[in-house]
C-alpha cells in the first residue's frame, strides 16, 4: 500500500469514527425528545397555526364546483392550467422550490440571497410552464423529452456532454439486467444528474463569463452521471437478488477498497453467469471514479474519500441486517440511517469540489434522516416484502414483543420540530413548506394505500399521543394545497418511462410484425410463359429483395397508412412493395464498381459480384418498372388520387437520381454543409419522405399536415444519413452486414469528412430536434414516429 493509500484510509477511518460520534449525540436528542414528547406541544401550536392557511370552510356549493373543476394531477397540462386560473400556480411553485433549496441545496429559507433566488426561479418556471408548447395531448413536458434537453444544452453551449450523457443512460438502460429495475435506474440517474447541475448552477455568480459558465455545467453533466451511477451500480445491484452472496461480499470489498486506498482494484478472475454484466458495470464505476477523483483539488480530496467511505460504509452496515433479527438495539436502527441519509447530500458538495459551508453541512446533516424516514415510510411494504431492515419494518414486526423499540413515525415527528425550531431556528417559511411536505406525503401515502390499509397502519404507528394524531388525522383529511411540483415532475417521469417503455416495446412488435408481412409481399413471381433460364432478372431481383433488409420505408408507409389513416392493409400492399422495389433498386445502383464499388449489403454479396455489372443494372431497371407497374395496381382508390401519387413518387424518384449523380460528381470535392444537406436528401430523405407522404396523398389529408410529414421528413431522412456516416467510420462490420470505411476509400464528402465526428453528432440532434418539433404539428398519434426517430439515431446497423 502506497503513501497516498495510507492517507486516504486514515482520512476515511478517522471520518467514519468522527461521523458516527456525531449522529451519536444527534440520536440521543431525539431519543431524549420522543421519551419526554416535548415534541407534541411544539408542533401542536405550529399546525395550529398551519391550518388556517390550509383548512377552510367551504359551502355546499363551492365544495360542488371545486369537485367540476379540478383536474387529476395526472393530466398534467390541465391541471397546471387549473393552479394558474385559481390564483395558486404562485404558492404552489414557491413552496416546491424553497423545498428543492431546503433538501438538495441545503439552504436557509430565512437568507436574503436565497429568498432572491427563489423568486427568480418560481418566475423562470411559471414562464417555462405557460408558454404554449404545440404538443400532442399526452406527450410528455417539452423539458422532459431528449429534444428540450438538447435544446436547453445548446443554449449553455454543453452540446457535447449532453450527448455524451444520452448515449450513457441509453448504454446503462441496455445494460440493467431484468432482476433490476431499468426505469428506476433512469429516473435515479436522471434525478442525480439535475441535482448536481443544481448545485453547480447556485455556486456559479451571475457575472459568470460564458465559457466558464459553459465549462463548469458540462462538468456538472459528467459528475452527476458519474455519481449516480453509484445507485443502480452499487446501491441497487447489492440490494438485489442478482448476485449470490459471495459475489455480494467480494464486490462490496472491491467498492470498499477503492474509497479507503484511492484506487480500483482489477476486477479479476470473476466468473459466472452475471460476468458479462459485472465487467461493464467494473468499467463504467472504474472510469467515473477516476473523473471525480480527477477533478478534486489538494483540499477537497480527502473530504470526497471521507464522505463516500462513511455513506458506502453505513449503507453496508445497514444492508448487513436481517429481518429475522429480533435483538437490534435503537442506535444500531437508526445511527446509520442518519450517516448515510446525511452523507448522501454532503457527498455532492465534494463530487463538485466546492468550498467548505459550514451552514450547509450543518443543515444538510440533521436535514437528512427527516427525508430518510418519510422516503421509508412510503416504501415500508415494499421493503417488508423484501426483507429490508429499516426503522419502520423493524418495528412493524418487532413492535408487540419490543416495547423499548422507539415508534419511527414518533421520532419522523420529533425530526420535524427539531429541525423547525432548533436548526432553522422557528423560521414561518420553513415551518410552512415542512408541514406542507409532511401532510402531503401522508395524503399520496393514503391514497396509495386506500382507507382501510391506511388506517390499519396508523392504529399500530400514530399511537403516541391520541389528541396529537387526531390532529394529524383531520389534517391529512381536510388540509389543501400541500401538493409539491417536484412530487408532479416525479409521477409524470415515472408515467413517462413507463409509457415510453411500452411504446417501444409496441413499436418493436410492430416493426417485426409488418416487417414479416412486407417479406411476404415482396418475392416476383416466375414469369410462367418463360423458362427460367431465359429470365434471369427476376431470380436476380429477389436475390436482392431476400437480403436482410431494414425494411423502414415500407414499414412506415403500413403503420401511418393502416394505424393513422384507417386504410385497408391489402389495399395498399402495391404501395409497400413499390417503396422497397425503388429503394433495392438505388442500392444496386448505388454498389455498382461505376459508383461506390461495394462488396457486400445487407450481410451478402452485392448482386453484381454474384451476377455481373450488366445484370446487376438491368436488374435495377426491371425493379423501378416493376415499382411503377405496383403504383398503377392501386385499383382501390380513386383514379386521380393514384395519378397524384404516382406524379409524386416519379419527382422523388427524379430527386433520388440527382442525389446520386451529385454524390459521384463529389467524390474527391470538399462539399459545403449546405450542399452535403441538399445532397443527403435527395439520397435518403426524399424516400422518407414519400414513405409519409404517399400513404397521406391515398387517404387525401390536407395539405398542412402533408408539409409537417415533409419537414419531418427532411429532418430524419437528413440524421439518418449523417448516422450512416458516423456508423462508417465507428461501425461494426459484422453487425453492420457491410464493409466500414466505404466512404473513406471513395474519397466522398461526409458529414464525418466535412465536420467531424464530434461536429456531425451535433448536426444529428440538431435535426433530430427540428424532427421532432415538426411532429408537433401533426394532429395524430406520433409515437411511431418519434421511437422511429429515436431508432434512427441511436442504432448499430
Request: aromatic share 10%; charged share 25%.
Given at each position: 500500500?502506497?503513501?497516498?493509500?495510507?492517507?486516504?484510509?486514515?482520512?476515511?477511518?478517522?471520518g467514519?469514527?468522527?461521523?458516527?460520534?456525531?449522529?451519536?449525540?444527534?440520536?440521543?436528542?431525539?431519543?431524549?425528545q420522543?421519551?419526554?414528547?416535548?415534541?407534541v406541544?411544539?408542533?401542536?401550536?405550529?399546525?395550529?397555526?398551519?391550518?388556517?392557511?390550509h383548512?377552510?370552510?367551504?359551502?355546499l356549493?363551492?365544495?360542488?364546483?371545486?369537485?367540476?373543476?379540478?383536474?387529476?394531477?395526472?393530466?398534467?397540462?390541465?391541471?397546471?392550467?387549473?393552479?394558474?386560473?385559481?390564483?395558486?400556480?404562485?404558492?404552489?411553485?414557491?413552496?416546491?422550490?424553497?423545498?428543492?433549496?431546503?433538501?438538495?441545496?441545503?439552504?436557509?429559507?430565512?437568507?436574503?440571497?436565497?429568498?432572491?433566488?427563489?423568486?427568480?426561479?418560481?418566475?423562470?418556471?411559471?414562464?417555462?410552464?405557460?408558454?404554449?408548447?404545440?404538443?400532442?395531448?399526452?406527450?410528455?413536458?417539452?423539458?422532459?423529452?431528449?429534444?428540450?434537453?438538447?435544446?436547453?444544452?445548446?443554449?449553455?453551449?454543453?452540446?457535447?456532454?449532453?450527448?455524451?450523457?444520452?448515449?450513457?443512460?441509453?448504454?446503462v438502460?441496455?445494460?440493467i439486467?431484468?432482476?433490476?429495475?431499468?426505469?428506476?435506474?433512469?429516473?435515479?440517474?436522471?434525478?442525480?444528474?439535475?441535482?448536481?447541475?443544481?448545485?453547480?448552477?447556485e455556486?456559479?455568480?451571475?457575472?459568470?463569463?460564458?465559457?466558464?459558465?459553459s465549462r463548469?455545467?458540462?462538468?456538472?453533466?459528467?459528475?452527476g452521471?458519474?455519481?449516480?451511477?453509484?445507485?443502480?451500480?452499487?446501491?441497487?445491484?447489492?440490494?438485489?437478488?442478482?448476485?449470490?452472496?459471495?459475489?455480494?461480499e467480494?464486490?462490496?470489498?472491491?467498492?470498499?477498497?477503492a474509497?479507503?486506498?484511492?484506487?480500483?482494484?482489477?476486477?479479476g478472475?470473476?466468473?459466472?453467469?452475471?460476468?458479462?454484466?459485472?465487467?461493464?458495470?467494473?468499467?463504467?464505476?472504474?472510469?467515473?471514479?477516476?473523473?471525480?477523483?480527477?477533478?478534486?483539488?489538494?483540499?477537497?480530496v480527502?473530504?470526497?474519500?471521507?464522505?463516500?467511505?462513511?455513506?458506502?460504509?453505513?449503507?453496508?452496515?445497514?444492508?448487513?441486517?436481517?429481518?429475522?433479527?429480533?435483538?437490534?438495539?435503537?442506535?444500531?436502527?437508526?445511527?446509520p440511517?442518519?450517516?448515510?441519509?446525511?452523507?448522501?447530500?454532503?457527498?455532492?458538495?465534494?463530487?463538485?469540489?466546492?468550498?467548505?459551508?459550514?451552514?450547509?453541512?450543518?443543515?444538510?446533516?440533521?436535514?437528512?434522516?427527516?427525508?430518510?424516514?418519510?422516503?421509508?415510510?412510503?416504501?415500508?411494504?415494499?421493503?417488508?416484502?423484501?426483507?429490508?431492515?429499516?426503522?419502520?419494518?423493524?418495528?412493524?414486526?418487532?413492535?408487540?414483543?419490543?416495547?423499548?423499540?422507539?415508534?419511527?413515525?414518533?421520532?419522523?415527528?420529533?425530526?420535524?420540530g427539531?429541525?423547525?425550531?432548533?436548526?432553522?431556528?422557528?423560521?414561518?417559511?420553513?415551518?410552512?413548506?415542512?408541514?406542507?411536505r409532511?401532510?402531503?406525503?401522508?395524503?399520496?401515502?393514503?391514497e396509495?394505500?386506500?382507507?382501510?390499509?391506511?388506517?390499519?397502519?396508523?392504529?399500530?404507528?400514530?399511537?403516541?399521543?391520541?389528541?396529537?394524531?387526531?390532529?394529524?388525522?383531520?389534517?391529512?383529511?381536510?388540509?389543501?394545497?400541500?401538493?409539491?411540483?417536484?412530487?408532479?415532475?416525479?409521477?409524470?417521469?415515472?408515467?413517462?418511462?413507463?409509457?415510453?417503455?411500452?411504446?417501444?416495446?409496441?413499436?418493436?412488435?410492430?416493426?417485426?410484425?409488418?416487417?414479416?408481412q412486407?417479406?411476404?409481399?415482396?418475392?416476383?413471381?416466375?414469369n410462367?410463359?418463360?423458362?427460367?433460364?431465359?429470365?434471369?432478372?427476376?431470380?436476380?431481383?429477389?436475390?436482392?429483395?431476400?437480403?436482410?433488409?431494414?425494411?423502414?420505408r415500407?414499414?412506415?408507409?403500413?403503420?401511418?397508412?393502416?394505424?393513422?389513416?384507417?386504410l385497408n392493409?391489402?389495399?395498399?400492399?402495391?404501395?409497400?412493395?413499390?417503396?422497397?422495389?425503388?429503394?433495392?433498386?438505388?442500392?444496386?445502383?448505388?454498389?455498382?464498381?461505376?459508383?461506390?464499388?461495394?462488396?457486400?449489403?445487407?450481410?451478402?454479396?452485392?448482386?453484381?459480384?454474384?451476377?455481373?455489372?450488366?445484370?446487376?443494372?438491368?436488374?435495377?431497371?426491371?425493379?423501378?418498372?416493376?415499382?411503377?407497374?405496383e403504383?398503377?395496381?392501386?385499383?382501390?382508390?380513386?383514379?386521380?388520387?393514384?395519378?397524384?401519387l404516382?406524379?409524386y413518387?416519379?419527382?422523388?424518384?427524379?430527386?433520388i437520381?440527382?442525389?446520386?449523380?451529385?454524390?459521384?460528381?463529389?467524390?474527391?470535392?470538399?462539399?459545403?454543409?449546405?450542399?452535403?444537406?441538399?445532397?443527403?436528401?435527395?439520397?435518403?430523405?426524399?424516400?422518407f419522405?414519400?414513405?409519409?407522404v404517399?400513404?397521406?396523398?391515398?387517404?387525401?389529408?390536407?395539405?398542412?399536415?402533408?408539409?409537417?410529414?415533409?419537414?419531418?421528413?427532411?429532418?430524419?431522412?437528413?440524421?439518418?444519413?449523417?448516422?450512416?456516416?458516423?456508423?462508417?467510420?465507428?461501425?461494426?462490420?459484422?453487425?453492420?452486414?457491410?464493409?466500414?470505411?466505404?466512404?473513406?476509400?471513395?474519397?466522398?464528402?461526409?458529414?464525418?469528412?466535412?465536420?467531424?465526428?464530434?461536429?456531425?453528432?451535433?448536426?444529428?440532434?440538431?435535426?433530430?430536434?427540428?424532427?421532432?418539433?415538426?411532429?408537433?404539428?401533426?394532429?395524430?398519434?406520433?409515437?411511431?414516429?418519434?421511437?422511429?426517430?429515436?431508432?434512427?439515431?441511436?442504432?448499430d446497423?
Amino acid at each position: 500500500m502506497n503513501l497516498m493509500s495510507v492517507e486516504f484510509t486514515n482520512y476515511a477511518d478517522t471520518g467514519y469514527r468522527l461521523a458516527e460520534q456525531r449522529a451519536a449525540q444527534y440520536f440521543s436528542s431525539l431519543y431524549g425528545q420522543v421519551k419526554e414528547k416535548t415534541y407534541v406541544p411544539v408542533l401542536t401550536k405550529d399546525i395550529e397555526i398551519w391550518k388556517r392557511s390550509h383548512v377552510r370552510h367551504r359551502s355546499l356549493w363551492s365544495w360542488f364546483w371545486r369537485g367540476q373543476q379540478q383536474p387529476d394531477t395526472r393530466d398534467y397540462e390541465r391541471y397546471i392550467g387549473w393552479l394558474n386560473y385559481t390564483g395558486k400556480l404562485d404558492d404552489y411553485l414557491d413552496r416546491s422550490v424553497s423545498y428543492i433549496y431546503m433538501r438538495d441545496l441545503g439552504q436557509a429559507l430565512d437568507a436574503p440571497g436565497t429568498k432572491e433566488r427563489i423568486r427568480q426561479v418560481v418566475a423562470d418556471i411559471k414562464t417555462g410552464l405557460l408558454r404554449p408548447t404545440g404538443t400532442n395531448r399526452g406527450d410528455p413536458p417539452e423539458f422532459m423529452s431528449l429534444a428540450g434537453f438538447y435544446r436547453w444544452a445548446q443554449k449553455e453551449g454543453i452540446e457535447t456532454a449532453a450527448i455524451w450523457v444520452i448515449d450513457k443512460l441509453k448504454n446503462v438502460s441496455a445494460h440493467i439486467p431484468k432482476e433490476l429495475d431499468a426505469g428506476q435506474a433512469q429516473r435515479k440517474l436522471i434525478k442525480i444528474i439535475l441535482g448536481v447541475v443544481m448545485h453547480v448552477i447556485e455556486e456559479m455568480e451571475e457575472e459568470t463569463p460564458p465559457a466558464e459558465r459553459s465549462r463548469r455545467l458540462d462538468e456538472a453533466i459528467r459528475l452527476g452521471y458519474s455519481y449516480g451511477l453509484t445507485y443502480p451500480f452499487i446501491d441497487d445491484l447489492l440490494d438485489s437478488r442478482l448476485l449470490t452472496a459471495v459475489e455480494k461480499e467480494r464486490y462490496s470489498r472491491m467498492i470498499q477498497a477503492a474509497l479507503l486506498t484511492g484506487i480500483v482494484p482489477e476486477l479479476g478472475g470473476w466468473t459466472g453467469d452475471n460476468v458479462e454484466f459485472i465487467k461493464y458495470v467494473h468499467s463504467e464505476l472504474r472510469e467515473a471514479f477516476e473523473y471525480i477523483k480527477g477533478l478534486q483539488r489538494p483540499e477537497t480530496v480527502s473530504t470526497f474519500f471521507e464522505q463516500s467511505y462513511v455513506f458506502f460504509q453505513a449503507q453496508d452496515i445497514d444492508r448487513a441486517k436481517e429481518l429475522s433479527y429480533a435483538h437490534y438495539s435503537n442506535e444500531e436502527l437508526y445511527i446509520p440511517v442518519i450517516l448515510k441519509s446525511a452523507s448522501s447530500r454532503l457527498i455532492v458538495r465534494s463530487v463538485i469540489h466546492a468550498s467548505m459551508d459550514e451552514g450547509f453541512d450543518h443543515r444538510t446533516f440533521y436535514y437528512g434522516i427527516y427525508n430518510q424516514l418519510a422516503d421509508d415510510f412510503a416504501d415500508m411494504f415494499d421493503d417488508m416484502e423484501g426483507g429490508a431492515v429499516t426503522p419502520y419494518t423493524y418495528y412493524l414486526k418487532y413492535h408487540n414483543q419490543r416495547p423499548d423499540l422507539i415508534n419511527p413515525y414518533e421520532l419522523y415527528w420529533t425530526v420535524i420540530g427539531h429541525l423547525i425550531h432548533n436548526v432553522y431556528r422557528s423560521d414561518i417559511k420553513t415551518r410552512e413548506v415542512i408541514l406542507d411536505r409532511a401532510i402531503n406525503g401522508l395524503k399520496r401515502c393514503k391514497e396509495r394505500l386506500g382507507d382501510d390499509k391506511y388506517n390499519e397502519v396508523m392504529d399500530i404507528f400514530a399511537s403516541g399521543d391520541p389528541d396529537f394524531h387526531r390532529l394529524i388525522g383531520r389534517m391529512v383529511r381536510k388540509a389543501e394545497d400541500v401538493d409539491f411540483f417536484d412530487k408532479l415532475l416525479r409521477d409524470q417521469m415515472n408515467t413517462f418511462l413507463k409509457n415510453d417503455r411500452l411504446e417501444k416495446e409496441d413499436f418493436q412488435t410492430t416493426v417485426r410484425a409488418v416487417r414479416d408481412q412486407i417479406n411476404s409481399l415482396l418475392p416476383i413471381p416466375q414469369n410462367n410463359g418463360t423458362p427460367e433460364v431465359k429470365d434471369p432478372l427476376t431470380g436476380a431481383a429477389n436475390y436482392s429483395l431476400e437480403g436482410d433488409g431494414k425494411r423502414l420505408r415500407p414499414i412506415l408507409t403500413w403503420v401511418m397508412g393502416v394505424n393513422e389513416y384507417g386504410l385497408n392493409a391489402s389495399a395498399i400492399a402495391p404501395l409497400l412493395r413499390s417503396l422497397e422495389y425503388m429503394h433495392t433498386a438505388s442500392l444496386i445502383f448505388d454498389d455498382l464498381p461505376s459508383q461506390d464499388n461495394a462488396s457486400t449489403r445487407r450481410g451478402r454479396p452485392t448482386l453484381h459480384e454474384v451476377h455481373d455489372s450488366a445484370t446487376a443494372e438491368l436488374t435495377g431497371l426491371f425493379l423501378i418498372q416493376r415499382a411503377i407497374k405496383e403504383q398503377a395496381s392501386l385499383d382501390r382508390f380513386d383514379a386521380r388520387t393514384v395519378l397524384a401519387l404516382m406524379q409524386y413518387s416519379a419527382g422523388k424518384a427524379e430527386e433520388i437520381c440527382r442525389g446520386q449523380a451529385m454524390d459521384l460528381q463529389s467524390k474527391g470535392k470538399v462539399l459545403t454543409l449546405a450542399e452535403l444537406n441538399q445532397l443527403c436528401f435527395y439520397k435518403t430523405g426524399a424516400a422518407f419522405e414519400a414513405s409519409l407522404v404517399m400513404p397521406a396523398i391515398l387517404a387525401q389529408v390536407e395539405d398542412r399536415e402533408i408539409a409537417a410529414l415533409k419537414t419531418f421528413a427532411y429532418h430524419a431522412g437528413i440524421a439518418f444519413q449523417i448516422k450512416d456516416d458516423l456508423l462508417d467510420v465507428e461501425g461494426d462490420r459484422h453487425v453492420l452486414g457491410k464493409p466500414t470505411l466505404k466512404d473513406l476509400d471513395n474519397n466522398s464528402s461526409t458529414f464525418v469528412s466535412v465536420l467531424g465526428s464530434g461536429g456531425a453528432r451535433k448536426a444529428m440532434w440538431e435535426h433530430y430536434c427540428q424532427a421532432v418539433e415538426a411532429l408537433r404539428e401533426v394532429p395524430r398519434n406520433t409515437a411511431f414516429l418519434k421511437h422511429l426517430l429515436d431508432y434512427l439515431v441511436n442504432r448499430d446497423r
